[in-house]
């Protein structure tokens, strides 16, 4: 676990990226079948970036509270603060921004805000993954404390998963399609926090554990093409959300996988001047996109709406598709730059208070 903990603000740099080629780019036709084939299936799939987010906000969180944790109504409390430190400056700033732009009314802007439009309208209101997490980050001591009690981790977190996955295919027809958004995450943070108290105890990943990753990252990228291409895999769709549960195969698998490939290149690169340049500038870029990733996500969609539709924007660069992507990435790191810097001022003077 100790090369997913090292490579951690890459992964979640990739992530962001992800679900940035998954909002913003188009999908480009190359008249190569298996290479727009390929394109095809990781574009469909960037939404998956979200369950990588989750997976290692879960590792990193069973790493916090590890290092400080919640025996207190008072512990709580400070858990809690520094968990919305981290998250509303941001969500608050851009929502403002939005709302203004867009001309929100008061009641719009508070319900989405506050999160409640998007848990008792529709979680696609606005920016339905920060509820979400804050959501999952208040119940994370508990299920921690639990889970640290529990003698066979994994074989617990197997069965809740399979439960839980049980459940939402049971609730199905009782539950708002929309919300299963967030109930389809649950499976893939748990076994965050699985992986998170794996590594506080200092266990080693064994090689056949890199080998199920990848057995079970193929099966369900498999899944995956077979639920778009194949008439058979029709049948699957009984299941609520099945494209969103397939990705508890890819998402930590892939994690896993990455954190091992980054750390074998770096190596490389220790021992290969030649390739040091070319491996780590778009390592260190991946990496500069994870700390700001939480930004990157709650911005560029809104952009990329504005880079269509706004005619002073369009004016720019016309009718040229590489330059409205070229500008939609550059305002989006802009502006993910400029929110970052300022929450960061905010969360330093709310947690010295």
Known sequence: ??????????????????????????ENSFGVPLIDTVWHLLHTLGFCGVDMFLFV?????AHSLAKNPVNSVGDYGRFVKKR??????????????????DGWTVKQYLGRVTGLRQFFVNVYDFLWYVPCVMLFY?????????LNKIRFKALFTFAFCAV????????????????????????VYMVGLYAGTCAVAGKKVHPLVYVLCAAALLFGLYVQYGLHHFDSF???????????QVNLLIGPSLCMLLSLAADAVLKLCAKTKATDVIIKIPYGIVRFVGTISL???ITQEWLFAKMRTSETLVSLYGSSLLLQ?????????????????????????????
Do not use: C
Request: proline share 3%.
């Open 295 to 297: 930004e990157v996500y």
């Open 57 to 61: 906000s879960g590792f990193g969180l």
């Open 138 to 146: 208040l119940v994370t001591p508990f299920i921690l404390k639990i």
């Open 325 to 353: 992507q070229l500008a939609t990435a550059v305002f989006t790191l802009m502006l993910s730059v400029v929110i970052s810097f300022l929450s960061k001022k905010i969360i330093k003077k709310s947690l010295k208070s």
């Open 1 to 26: 676990m100790e090369k997913l903990s090292k490579h951690r603000t890459f992964l979640m740099g990739f992530a962001a990226l992800w679900v940035y080629w998954f909002h913003v780019v188009p």
């Open 234 to 244: 029709a049948f699957l769709w009984s299941v609520p959300a099945v494209n969103a």
């Open 164 to 187: 839980w996955i049980a459940a939402e295919v049971y609730l199905r027809g009782y539950i708002r399609a929309d919300l299963y958004a967030v109930i389809t995450r649950v499976a």
């Open 84 to 101: 919305l430190a981290r998250l509303l400056p941001a969500f608050v700033m851009i929502a403002t921004l939005i709302g203004y732009v």
